[in-house]
């Protein structure tokens, strides 16, 4: 760790990926985000022990971040999308929340905020519904949508997707409502 706090690091150091390191904890990651406040991408994806409090922490101290990787971390909730939506919505375009199990609705009202987001992935979570997904449509920048394995989808909540119209790239991968009819809606 002293290495990042070395001004060499401090000042050039842009991308940061840490996956799946299982022993990282919320002080380390906090300790990552004062000593390098001008990273502007960070995966921190399977750092199982990185909760709400990390985050907060991240939003407040790495103001320019524009990508975030935080699949894989399953003491993220909620709360920790309403830091990043109040204190990163201005810069962050990609943000991966695959199988982040405490996500819901409430979360994704947060990300509906967030005006820069082109890249949003939500494989596998399982209380993403359709009111969240709703919430979602009103997004203007989104590009590139992932909601595969999200069981709780319906097709009276994908038939929203049709409003998304920035949306280029949309990935329905088991995703138990996605029939050839939907397909077919959204098409036309």
């Known amino acids: 760790m002293a290495y990042f706090g070395s001004t060499l690091a401090r000042e050039n150091l842009r991308v940061l990926m840490l996956h799946h ?5 919320n002080q380390g990651v906090a300790n990552l985000a004062h000593g ?12 199982s022990k990185v909760s709400d409090d990390a985050i907060e ?7 320019g971040l524009r990508y975030l990787d935080l699949s894989w971390c399953p003491r993220v909730s909620d709360a920790a999308l309403e ?17 982040c199990l405490h996500i819901t609705c409430i979360g994704m009202g947060y990300v509906a905020t967030m005006t ?12 993403v519904r359709d009111f969240g997904l709703q919430t979602l449509c009103s997004m203007r920048s989104l590009k590139s949508l992932s909601i595969a394995g999200c069981p709780q989808l319906t097709i009276g909540g994908l038939s929203c997707l049709v409003q998304m ?8 991968t088991n995703c138990p409502a996605a029939t050839k009819e939907l397909i077919n809606y959204l098409r036309d």
Not at 57 to 63: G, L, S, Y
Not at 116 to 127: A, E, G, K, T, V
């Open 36 to 47: 390098l406040p001008n990273l502007h991408t960070l995966s921190l994806s399977g750092c």
């Open 83 to 99: 830091y990043i939506a109040c204190d990163l919505s201005d810069t962050l375009t990609h943000l991966i929340l695959d199988r």
């Open 57 to 63: 922490v991240i939003a407040e101290q790495i103001r």
């Open 165 to 172: 119209q920035t949306l280029q790239e949309l990935e329905l």
């Open 116 to 127: 820069r987001l082109c890249h949003l992935s939500l494989r596998w979570c399982p209380q």
């Open 21 to 25: 390191c299982w022993e990282l904890s």
